[in-house]
């Protein structure tokens, strides 16, 4: 069964960073596309990052410029650096990974079966 756990969360200050991991078991890596979605409360998950099998990278527009996603194949770990951090950055940040999702809807809730139980990202002076 496929397995996600997100850790690297934590508080810290407007214009700080943080480094996200999602370590994966029980699929093949390399086959998986593989992304990070955040939901603060009472607001509607959003796609932040994404990798495709092919290495193919996607990010939402209010995060380009300053997170990076990455992943290391060979530790079946996914990553995610976070620079600049805004307060509006605030929220749950979640892993998730799935096969067969076409490039354009890597960062679609609804395309993912498999998700991590989440890593709280607080971002606060």
């Known amino acids: 069964e496929v397995q996600l756990a997100e850790s690297g969360g934590g508080l810290v200050q407007p214009g700080g960073s943080l480094r996200l991991s999602c370590t994966a078991s029980g699929f093949t890596f390399r086959n998986y596309a593989m992304s990070w979605f955040r939901q603060a409360p009472g607001n509607e998950r959003e796609g932040v990052a994404a990798?495709?099998?092919?290495?193919?990278?996607s990010y939402a527009d209010s995060v380009k410029g300053r997170f990076t996603i990455s992943q290391d194949n060979a530790k079946n770990t996914l990553y995610l650096q976070m620079n600049s951090l805004k307060p509006e950055d605030t929220a749950m940040y979640y892993c998730?990974?799935?096969?067969?999702?076409?490039?354009?809807?890597?960062?679609?809730?609804?395309?993912?079966?498999?998700w991590g139980q989440g890593t709280q990202v607080t971002v606060s002076s």
């Open positions: 990798i495709d099998s092919d290495g193919s990278i």
């Open positions: 998730a990974a799935d096969v067969g999702i076409p490039f354009r809807w890597l960062l679609l809730q609804k395309e993912y079966d498999n």
